[in-house]
Nanobody
Framework: QVQLVESGGGLVQAGGSLRLSCTAS????????MGWFRQAPGKERDFVAS????????YYGDSVKGRFTISRDNAKNTVYLQINSLKPEDTAVYYC?????????????????WGKGTLVTVSS
């Protein structure tokens, strides 16, 4: 089992920035592709970003490219999501996700472990 705990969410004005963190425990962190998803009220859970096991490859959803940056620190068992130029439509619960395997792409159906989420609210 892998336990994932997110932090860093909050209320921020449009145009602002946040850094989300997700710390993992339970298994060897570097064995897992890590990612972020988000779910706005009444909507499906959408892919935001993912990063390969040692950080050499990253992938982003179209709506966040150029504004969000995913990174990881395997020594700290932590994955980060730097969010810049926030927009009201970025308001959502952001979930950390872990997937075993070699390929760094993710979808909700391929996730092995989920965190409980952290709420990001962007005011206009």
């Amino acid at each position: 089992q892998v336990q994932l705990v997110e932090s860093g969410g909050g209320l921020v004005q449009a145009g602002g920035s946040l850094r989300l963190s997700c710390t993992a425990s339970g298994r060897t962190f570097s064995n897992y592709v890590m990612g972020w998803f988000r779910q706005a009220p009444g909507k499906e859970r959408d892919f935001v970003a993912s990063i390969s096991r040692f950080g050499s490859s990253t992938y982003y959803g179209d709506s966040v490219k150029g504004r969000f940056t995913i990174s990881r620190d395997n020594a700290k068992n932590t994955v980060y999501l730097q969010i810049n130029s926030l927009k009201p439509e970025d308001t959502a619960v952001y979930y950390c996700a872990a997937r075993s395997g070699a390929f760094a792409t993710m979808s909700p159906s391929t996730v092995d472990y989920w965190g409980k989420g952290t709420l990001v609210t962007v005011s206009s």
